[in-house]
DNA sequence: GCAATTTTCGGTCGATCGACCGATTTATCA
DNA sequence: TGATAAATCGGTCGATCGACCGAAAATTGC
């Protein structure tokens, strides 16, 4: 019944850290709870006594690399002095940097997840749906900056980005960018087109 | 011998529509050779007679729901008498038709269920691929009659447009439209930018 | 009508899964 | 130090998985 918070952070990290990596390398459907004890180097039994369940492991990682990514999101929309296209491109960098690191792979595996997983859902619904509300923050700012949006509210905005950033790591994922669909350069070749406007908007 | 005649219906389709099934109520992780043997009515030993594995069941289930759509892709593309709003607009019904049908459910799972295996991975991706090369056609004859596509190249429009449908397609998975983010009314206002291009253009 | 082939069927195998248990060790604090 | 709780450990349970088998039935070709 004993249901700690990490407080010996040794094993409990060290198997979020485990879950991570065969989340990596296995995908979800590839996930046992026996793999991530081994790859931790730990008993089975420490896994459902941490965390409860296999569900109760899945949810605390995404957590805890949520956790890691909110300081990072925070220090992007929070700097003023960033131009809305600096932003855009740095954007564009933290996906490269996640590609790498495998986030995008864990956060797509947990995203799929929560499509058969309510609870699952929620949480990863959550996380999303609190980076588009900072997407549209930018939106709003650019709507005020370069006048105005074209056809689109600054929500509608949010979620084109939104949905073009997750799509384009699915498409990753598939490999299609090695098939020679640009997928990351397209997305970063629109910072050019909010260069030309923020060009246009500070010679009025 | 009151046998009925009406449902001479081949085994192997109704495998596949059963494994269609399955997979849009329990996703690619609840997926398995018994449910879907179950739903179709058949002996389990009948999936790995007609398609070898489970994998092999999967294979022939992605060719068989993309064979269905192929025609209508072909259709909306191949009419010259639309204009390229028009075009976009259908497109957009043929997502909220996909969504009502499972299909994207369906598509969804298998692509995920590529990030793990090559195989899978392989046709999904040709499939993709087909359809963004359809949509560069579709940016290339913009290009010509709208005058250009901003700072994009038409590869560059064919990988963001497929990009955003995709990850449309999984924020709506997720739930994210029903709670306030305006996935395809988003979509759908990227027509209304078109017809402002084109009536612009034709205006020249 | 008969032989060859295709298809259907029930049953079972070995492997793996998540979960759980009791016993043991380690850490905490009076 | 001793008592109490937290944490670790090996082992095992029932369930489910994909795959496979040989026999039976249906279909096809001659």
Redesign the interface.
Known sequence: MARPAAKKLETSTTLLEAAKKVLRQ?????LSTRDVAAAAGVPLSQIHYHFGSKQGLLLALFEYLNGQLLDRQDALYGDKSLSIAEQWDKACDYLDEDIGSGYV?VL??L??????DPEV?KV??DA??GW?DLIAEVARRAERELGGL????A??????V???????E??Y????ER?????R???R??G??IR?AESKSSKR
Chains 1, 2 share one sequence.
């Open positions: 296995s995908g979800y459907a590839g792979r797509q595996e995203s799929a997840a929560g499509w058969s859902a990863v619904r999303i749906k588009i074209g056809p689109f509210s929500e509608e905005v949010a979620a084109l939104g949905s073009a950033f997750i799509g384009s699915s498409h994922l598939l490999g299609l098939r020679g669909v640009p997928v350069q397209a997305l070749r629109f050019d087109l030309i």
